[in-house]
């Protein structure tokens, strides 16, 4: 194990902002889509890796030859969005990881596809009905195949390697014992397991509520110093609290609930009023954020993944009334230390 006077664990917010869609710029800043770095000595680690990250990435100071490992939290597109990026770019100052690739570990194929809103009047059909539900490594796969013609010029004329050397993607396997079902049962009352393990973090996972995604999960990072748990997309859940039991820092996501109505208020068609829908089942609202912070005993709450992006940090501040300990409402490249307090 390496001296813990020297981890200096914290974590950069790369990009605060969730939801498909660009954010204009607001009172509090530009945000950027969701991606965290972790930061624990000379290495870091990625969870989730949404637009703008890689750019992100480049102005942390953060160099992309200590990165590790990469997490995914799931599958929606805000949360891989410079997936293929990273796949591409990276070549350059991972060339020599081929024979200590960087792991890509997430979500795997969900198996089968989620049940049509109630909302439909005529079925919608799904894309690729081959292959619709992909998980993370046929899809990293494919967004590699998908730049062939770019990547095997680079691997023939200028004899870069193959970026399938130098990233593995692997999919979570969930333990059988959960009764994990992506439709019947997608989040069961379960302990978190470990995912990854080296010298200086243990990564344990657990699954979240976030339909219709199956799986979702939120991750948690322990160190010899503290640890920190990200909660990924969820509603309230008890999983998130068993997770996040008495950790130091606790970076969840939160939706203002007020700008979902007002998105929504004066649209009647039934494609707004799935959106709608989906927003309330599925995220959690800012004080119920931090009420789960409170109930998991968290050290430090800190909001991310803000729904809307562009709203201003007083939208965000209500959590800090109903939770006792420190709260933070981070802009991107921020920089928190999730040493123990305690």
């Not at 796969?141 to 004899?159: C, F, G, V």
């Not at 396997?173 to 379960?190: K, L, S």
């Not at 859940?237 to 008495?246: G, V, Y």
């Not at 829908?277 to 959690?284: G, L, M, R, W």
């Amino acid at each position: 194990m390496t001296p813990t006077s020297s981890l200096t664990p914290h974590i950069v917010t790369l990009g605060t902002a969730g939801g498909p869609r660009w954010w204009a710029a607001a009172d509090s800043g530009e945000r950027t889509g969701i991606a965290t770095a972790v930061v624990v000595g000379d290495a870091f680690y990625l969870v989730d890796f949404g637009q703008g990250a890689g750019r992100r990435l480049s102005q942390s100071g953060l160099q992309l030859k200590d990165l590790r490992a990469l997490f995914i939290t799931h599958l929606h597109s805000d949360h891989v969005y410079d997936l293929a990026g990273l796949g591409i770019f990276g070549l350059y100052a991972l060339s020599d990881r081929t024979e200590n690739p960087v792991r890509i570990l997430g979500p795997g194929n969900r198996g089968e596809l989620p049940a049509v809103s109630p909302r439909a009047v005529v079925e919608p059909q799904p894309l690729a009905p081959e292959n619709p539900t992909p998980g993370t490594r046929q899809m990293f796969e494919q967004l590699m195949k998908a730049h062939a013609t770019d990547l095997n010029d680079r691997i023939l004329d200028s004899l870069r390697p193959n970026p399938l050397d130098i990233f593995k993607a692997e999919d979570i396997r969930i333990p059988d014992e959960t009764g994990y079902h992506p439709n019947n049962n997608p989040t069961p009352d379960m302990e978190p397991f470990e995912v990854y393990r080296d010298e200086l973090v243990t990564v344990t996972a657990i699954l979240v509520e976030h339909p219709p995604v199956a799986p979702a999960f939120a991750f948690r990072f322990d160190t010899a110093e503290g640890s920190v748990t990200i909660s990924g997309d969820t509603a309230y859940t008890q999983n998130m609290i068993t997770l996040a039991q008495d950790t130091d820092l606790l970076l969840h996501e939160a939706i203002d609930f007020g700008w979902v109505e007002s998105l929504y208020a004066d649209k009647t068609d039934e494609s707004s009023r799935a959106s709608r829908d989906h927003h309330y089942k599925s995220h959690t609202s800012v004080r119920d954020a931090a009420k789960l912070a409170e109930a998991a005993g968290v050290g430090h709450l800190a909001l991310h993944h803000l729904v809307p992006g562009s709203a201003s940090a007083a939208v965000w501040e209500e959590a800090g009334e109903h939770f006792t300990g420190k709260f933070t409402v981070p802009n991107d490249l921020d920089t928190i230390n999730f040493a123990r307090q305690r």
